[in-house]
């Protein structure tokens, strides 16, 4: 991840934690704040933020970059169980795409 990535990223942690702490936000009934605990990078253009909630219960982010058009920037969402699932599937066919892809790089 280079410099100016990282730096958009450490910035967009504590927009995050801000539009997330709002006690008039919907879905905050228990008017709980957010504070960035960790930020940890898992690629180039994707990243796990791990916020604090003043209940003490932790919230985990998923952080992908955009790096170009009208949507460049950090972009971000709550994974529930159901994603994480679609996750581990996607790498099967994200290897498989890209072992079919390799040969025409020649």
Known sequence: MNKQVAIE??????????????????GNINNETFSVEE????SDHSAVINFVKSSGKVAVAFC???TKGRSKGWKYFFPTD???????AFFIYK???ERRNFSKNF
């Open 9 to 26: 990223l450490q910035d967009f942690a504590e927009v995050i934690a801000s539009r997330f702490s709002q006690t008039t936000r919907v």
């Open 39 to 42: 930020v940890i990078p898992i």
């Open 64 to 66: 992908y970059y955009i």
């Open 82 to 88: 159901s994603h994480v699932s679609g996750f581990q």
């Open 95 to 97: 290897t498989q795409a």
